[in-house]
């Protein structure tokens, strides 16, 4: 019944009968009603449309949500959430939603730090268009290749990897539970960044659904949106039914270790050290450091513990010969390191305990949910050992503060800034992330852990990028500035250099020529350009 490459005559039809139910009727209803009417096939009502009124509609709102943060009762709430089975079904919720005028959010792991993908606070009502079910992950070891839909989850699109081979990998994100569908939009760093890139840099084709519903691929869209979607950020330009994706060699047995030093063990100087030293290693090796405050020897004291978590691409031998060369100072031991396949550090480094069967990852669950506020640095300069200890400092004075220092270079350099959308490539020692973690939902504990982790920002300037002061897009952070009803492009551009310094432009671009109508949008989407635009009255946000 519908034709993939045009929405005309359907929107025609549409338009007839929508003119004909009653105005009285609730949104879900009428929505309800055009998809049945525009998809191919008959859809359960029971799986895919979830309603405030439905008993699991609390439970599927919360399944993939990893920001407990986002779920509070003054959170607004969606009016419907549908959950295609087919990808015909993403296609009509587009012409759909275009005809009823209501926004669509985009879900597929639900890993934003912001909500971004189940929550609007810019426009109400609202629709979740939830990817969950779509989900399929099929590897081609032929062409070193594999297709994965949106919903998939980077640890089962590792898993069906490696149940191919022992030798292939991809190098997206440590955390396993992401969604695959918007992680790869803004970029999807982990522990083979420094050897091949990111996500993003190994996409090869994609199928995504546009703003008039039609499904495009790599050569349909042409080479701007394919290389605007590759780290341009999710929900802005269309939505990613599927990525095609090239696997990348990895040996049949790979290092990993966790060595940690609190401040009594040096851990100031070891840091100061580490920064001269992460971003030139050997591209085999990346070793992060997640730093925590943790008890310390003396009953009732606390300290600041940074611990190096690595993955290393050989084995132990060679492992300790490039520390002996490169990072003495760590003093890394033979027994600090254990040997595994690739799929077993997969589990180790996203905190799984030992010995887990990696058919864990299949059940596509996060580890833990939390109530969270995040934010990102790119840090070009080492940090003297007077800021770091200024950092301790305040790390002391907060509950659970959580920073994570992340080793760039390699791969990572030698990409240029304009190849995709993200520009923080050449130059960039290494990435921050800092965190605070709560855990009930009074309204007194987020503002003082928002507060805190605001002044740790300001704090930070200091050491931090410059003109702009880069962030990285998949960690989200509205404190940078938002869109709003009417506000320009211009105002965007406030957060947007910062998320894709001189990209920024080229992505408007885009965006004015792919999605001119702003269909796609949200509190950080990438707003269209009125100049570009003209014969057209409406604002950029609408
Ligand atoms: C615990 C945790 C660990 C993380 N670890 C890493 C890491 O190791 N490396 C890293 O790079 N990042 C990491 N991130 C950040 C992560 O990459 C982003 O949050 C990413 O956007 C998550 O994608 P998702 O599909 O799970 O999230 P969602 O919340 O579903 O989507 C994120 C954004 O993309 C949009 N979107 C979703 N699906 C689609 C689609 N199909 N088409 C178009 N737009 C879409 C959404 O509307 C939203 O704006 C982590 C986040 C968390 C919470
Ligand atoms: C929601 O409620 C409707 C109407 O009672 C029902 O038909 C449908 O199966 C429910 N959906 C879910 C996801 O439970
Ligand atoms: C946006 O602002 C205009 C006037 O500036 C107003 O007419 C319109 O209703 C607003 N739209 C929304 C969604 O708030």
Redesign the pocket.
């Known amino acids: 019944m519908m034709p993939s490459s045009t929405s005309l005559p359907l929107t025609f039809s549409i338009i007839l009968v929508l003119a004909s139910l009653a105005a009285s009727q609730p949104i879900h209803e009428k929505f309800y009603q055009c998809i049945m009417l525009n998809s191919e096939l008959s859809i359960p009502?029971?799986?895919a449309?979830?309603?405030p009124?439905?008993?699991?509609f609390n439970s599927?709102l919360q399944s993939s949500a990893q920001n407990l943060r986002c779920l509070g009762s003054s959170v607004p709430k969606p009016q419907l959430i549908f959950t295609p089975l087919v990808e015909n079904h993403v296609q009509a919720a587009v012409i759909c939603a275009n005809e009823l005028g209501i926004q669509l959010r985009l879900r597929s792991g639900g890993h934003d730090y912001e909500g971004l993908s189940y929550i609007s606070e810019m426009e109400e009502p609202f629709i979740i268009l939830d990817l969950s079910k779509l989900r399929s992950v099929s590897v081609d070891m032929q062409d070193s290749s594999a297709w994965v839909q949106a919903g998939a989850t980077v640890g089962e699109l590792y898993y069906r990897i490696s149940q191919k081979s022992k030798t292939h990998g991809f190098p997206a994100g440590l955390c396993t539970s992401l969604g695959i569908g918007g992680h790869i939009t803004g970029g999807a760093y982990g522990t083979m960044m420094r050897k091949y890139g990111l996500g993003a840099d190994n996409v090869i084709d994609a199928r995504i659904v546009d703003a008039s519903g039609r499904i495009l691929d790599r050569e349909s869209m042409g080479e701007d949106l394919f290389w605007a979607i590759r780290g341009g950020g999710g929900a802005s330009f269309g939505i990613i039914l599927a990525w095609k994706v090239r696997l990348v060699p990895v040996p049949a047995t790979v290092t990993v270790f966790t060595v940690p030093k609190t401040l009594e063990e040096g851990a100031t100087k070891i840091l100061y050290k580490w920064q001269q030293v992460a971003d030139k290693l050997d591209e085999d090796l990346f070793i992060r450091v997640i730093i925590q405050v943790v008890n310390g020897a003396k009953k009732g004291e606390r300290t600041v513990q940074t611990s190096y978590n690595a993955l290393f691409l050989g084995r132990i031998d060679r492992l300790l010969d490039v520390m002996e060369v490169s990072f003495p100072e760590l003093g890394l031991t033979r027994k600090d390191c254990i040997e595994m396949s690739w799929i077993e550090s997969v589990l180790y480094i996203a905190g799984y305990p030992s010995k887990t069967p990696p058919e864990v990852l299949l059940q596509g669950k996060s580890l833990f949910k939390n109530y969270f506020k995040a934010k990102s640095d790119f840090v070009r300069k080492p940090i003297p050992e007077d800021g770091l200890e200024g950092l301790w400092k305040r790390l002391m004075e907060e509950d659970s503060p959580l920073v994570i220092f992340n080793p760039y270079g390699g791969m990572m350099s030698k990409i240029s800034e304009s190849e995709t959308p993200f520009p923080h490539r050449k130059g960039v020692i290494f990435k921050i992330q800092y965190l605070t973690l709560w855990n009930d939902d009074k309204p007194e504990s987020e503002a003082k852990h928002m507060d805190w982790i605001r002044r740790l920002y300001n704090y930070m300037a200091a050491y931090a990028s410059m003109l702009p002061r880069e962030a990285y897009v998949n960690y989200r952070d509205l404190d940078l500035g938002m869109n709003k009803n009417g506000s320009s492009f211009i105002e965007a551009s406030l957060w947007g250099t910062k998320y894709f310094k001189d990209n920024f432009i080229r992505l408007v671009k885009v965006k004015t020529k792919v999605d001119p109508d702003n269909f796609f949008r949200h509190e950080q989407s990438i707003p269209t350009l009125p100049l570009m635009n003209e014969g057209r009255e409406k604002s950029t946000f609408h």
């Open positions: 009502f029971s799986t449309f979830c309603t009124n439905n008993a699991s599927i």
